[in-house]
Antibody, heavy 121, light 107 residues
Framework: QVQLQESGPGLVKPSDTLSLTCTVSGGSVNSGYYYWSWIRQPPGKGLEWIGY???????DYNPSFKGRVTMSVDSSKNQFSLKLSSATAADTAVYYC?????????????WGLGTLVTVSS | DIQMTQSPSSLSASVGDTVTITCRASQFISRYLNWYQQKPGQAPKVLIYDASNSQSGVPSRFSGSGSGTDFTLTISTLQPEDFATYYCQQSHSTPRTFGQGTKVEIK
C-alpha cells in the first residue's frame, strides 16, 4: 500500500517561499500511471488543486497561482516537491500531497495526512 | 475553469436515512466526476470515481450516478460513521476543480 508523507516548515514569513516535500513509500514516483499532485485546504474551507508533476518532469499548474508555483520530482529519493513563492496569509492552509491516478480513469486515489502551513510574521 | 456546484451545502439527517447530494458542472464533463469523503482532521478519501465506480473497500451503501453536467451521490441507510463532508471533483480537464462541499450532520 503506497503511503505519502508531507514535510517542510510549518511557519513561513510573508513574501518568503513556501517549500514542501512529499516522500512516497510503498510505490514509485516513476510509475507512468500516476501524476503527483498538491492540493490545499485553508482552515474551515474547501479543497483547491495547485497542480501536478509527472515523473518525466512535466508539470501542469492551476493558473490561479499566477506563476508562483514550481513542482519537481526527485526519482532518486522517491520524492516530489512544491515551491510557492511570494507567500501571503491567504496561502495559510493544510497542504496535501496526493497521488493522481490518470490512466483509464482519473482521480485522487491516495492522500498524505496533510501538513498545516501558516504564513505569518 | 470548470465550476462545480454542490447542493445542498449542508444537511441534517438521521441514522438509517437515505441522503442524496447533487453536483452540477458548469460545462460538459462526460463521466469525469469523482466523490470524496472527508472527516474532521483527516485527509479526503475517494468513494466514487468515474461517476459511478466504487473505490475498493467502500461500503455498497454509497453510490453515484450521472453524466454530462449533472451528478448525484446517494448514501443509503446512513450510518454514524457517514457524518462527514462530501466533495465532488471533476477530472475532465485542468485545473482540477472541486465542489464547495456538503456537510452531512446528525439530526
Amino acid at each position: 500500500q503506497v503511503q505519502l508523507q508531507e514535510s517542510g516548515p510549518g511557519l513561513v514569513k510573508p513574501s518568503d517561499t513556501l517549500s514542501l516535500t512529499c516522500t512516497v513509500s510503498g510505490g514509485s514516483v516513476n510509475s507512468g500511471y500516476y501524476y503527483w499532485s498538491w492540493i490545499r485546504q485553508p482552515p474551515g474551507k474547501g479543497l483547491e488543486w495547485i497542480g501536478y508533476v509527472y515523473y518525466t518532469g512535466y508539470t501542469d499548474y492551476n493558473p490561479s497561482f499566477k506563476g508562483r508555483v514550481t513542482m519537481s520530482v526527485d526519482s532518486s529519493k522517491n520524492q516530489f516537491s512544491l515551491k510557492l513563492s511570494s507567500a501571503t496569509a491567504a496561502d495559510t492552509a493544510v497542504y496535501y500531497c496526493v497521488r493522481d491516478y490518470s490512466e483509464l480513469y482519473r482521480y485522487f486515489d491516495q492522500w498524505g495526512l496533510g501538513t498545516l502551513v501558516t504564513v505569518s510574521s | 475553469d470548470i465550476q462545480m456546484t454542490q447542493s445542498p451545502s449542508s444537511l441534517s439527517a438521521s441514522v438509517g436515512d437515505t441522503v442524496t447530494i447533487t453536483c452540477r458542472a458548469s460545462q460538459f464533463i462526460s463521466r469525469y466526476l469523482n466523490w470524496y469523503q472527508q472527516k474532521p482532521g483527516q485527509a479526503p478519501k475517494v468513494l466514487i470515481y468515474d461517476a459511478s465506480n466504487s473505490q475498493s473497500g467502500v461500503p455498497s451503501r454509497f453510490s453515484g450516478s450521472g453524466s454530462g453536467t449533472d451528478f448525484t451521490l446517494t448514501i443509503s441507510t446512513l450510518q454514524p460513521e457517514d457524518f462527514a463532508t462530501y466533495y465532488c471533483q471533476q477530472s475532465h480537464s485542468t485545473p482540477r476543480t472541486f465542489g464547495q462541499g456538503t456537510k452531512v450532520e446528525i439530526k
